[in-house]
Every structure is written in C-alpha cells, then in structure tokens.
C-alpha cells in the first residue's frame, strides 16, 4: 500500500496499529488545535506516552507529513473500527477557539491529499451528510469526525463547517480525471472521425497514389487506423498470402 508522494516530511510514530484490518474507504479530518508545525507534530506522536497519532499531518505552510503509513491504523479518532478503514489527517490551526481555523495554504494542501488518497485508495466520490448514524455506510458517507467518537471539538467549526466544500472541491477534481468508458467511446470516434477525413500527407502522397493505383486501398482516409482485417486485405492484394489460407 502506497504513501501519498505530497509527503515532504517524515517521522513515523510507534502509535500505531500494524496492519490496518480494513481497507480504506473513508477519510477522517482532524485539527491540531493548535498551530503546530509538521515537525513538532511528528516530535509528539513520536514519544510513546503520548498514545496517539495520526496517518498524516498538514502544516499552516502547506506541508504534508506522514507519521503512520497508510497500510498501518493511526491511533486518531477514539475509535479502533474507524481508523481501521479511515486515512486520518491533522491540520494546524492559524487560530483558537471557538473556531480553530486554518490557513488558506493547508486548506488547499487538504483538498490536494484527499484528492490523492482518493485516487489511490479507489474511493471515487467523497460522501458527505453530517449524520452520525452512518458511520460505516460508505456507500452513503464517507467522512467521519473525531467529535463522533469521544466528547471533543475536533475538528473544530471551521472545518467541521466546510466538510461538505471539502468533499464538492475533492469530488470536482476526481471527476475531471476519471473517464467513464461511455465517455472514452465517444471521446473515440471523434478522433476516428477527424483522422478519417484527413487528406494524405505531402511526404506520402505520391506511395498513396501508387498505392490507389495499384489497388491496394480504395483512395480513402489515408490517415485513419489500419486494423487487422484490413492488413490482411492489403497483404492479399499485394499477392503476400497463400493460396487457401495455408
């Protein structure tokens, strides 16, 4: 199981799980409550007494940790089946309470790692409904928050409240880079389309006159694909096959 390749800083925590029991399916967002950096917040999950940790950690410049590889369970949430099945980020607060908000810069990185795990993690949409109730229905929400789970604050209301922009901005990016195969069809034939309506190239022109001449092709689309049923016809014309398909 794959690390997201956003990582530009490393400290591995030994409170941690190995390995996870559950694939992953979910993502669970924390706050730092407080505006720690990517280093001081891997020094904390790196001593054992603190009996914590998270899969990954978003500074307020941007940068992108990782303290427990994705393959292994943080100890984040309060809650073993949760983390189990769940990547669990921490993002650094550029304010206190009530709030704990966060900075443009590590909201943006949070949308690009979510974006990445998605896309290695094969979750095809993030599910938001802010309903507690459906904490392992993933086909129906697949963001929890650790305030679920044990009586805290976390994430804090700033990011709590925007949950649901974080799933439409992480949805809108996977959707641009995923192709349906009734979309990759039609994305086809226009290409067939335009290639067959293309005249012959100056540098071939005069081969595929002879080669009308001769009989090999018909004098259509000269640049359009060659399949194998048509070499074979051409290798016929062209006298190349035996006699009686042997």
């Not at 706050?31 to 950690?57: D, Q």
């Amino acid at each position: 199981m794959s690390n997201s390749p956003l990582v530009t800083y490393s400290r591995l925590s030994p409170n941690r799980t190995s390995p996870r029991n559950h694939a992953i399916d979910t993502i669970t967002i924390h706050c730092m409550a407080g505006n720690a950096s990517v280093e001081s917040c891997g020094a904390l999950f790196a001593r054992a007494s603190t009996e914590a940790s998270s899969n990954y950690g978003i500074g307020s410049d941007g940068r992108v940790a990782l303290y427990v590889d994705e393959g292994d369970r943080s100890w984040a949430s309060s809650n073993g089946a949760n983390d189990h099945r769940a990547v669990t980020i921490e993002v650094a607060n550029c304010g206190g309470e009530p709030d704990w908000p966060v900075s443009d810069q590590a909201y943006a990185a949070l949308i690009d790692l979510c974006v990445d795990i998605c896309r290695r993690n094969g979750i095809q949409k993030l599910l938001w409904q802010g309903d507690k109730s459906l904490v392992g229905q993933v086909d129906k929400q697949n963001m929890t928050a650790h305030r679920w789970f044990a009586a805290k604050a976390c994430p804090g209301e700033y990011l709590y409240s925007r949950f649901g922009d974080i799933a439409a901005r992480v949805n809108e990016r996977l959707e641009e880079e995923h192709v349906t195969q009734e979309q990759f069809n039609e994305m086809m034939e226009v290409y067939l389309t335009q290639q067959r309506s293309k005249e012959s190239s100056s540098w071939s022109q005069e081969a595929w006159e002879k080669a009308e001449t001769a009989g090999v092709f018909d004098g259509t689309a000269p640049q359009a694909p060659l399949s194998r049923e048509q070499a074979s016809l051409v290798l016929d014309r062209l006298g190349l096959l035996p006699e009686g398909g042997v």
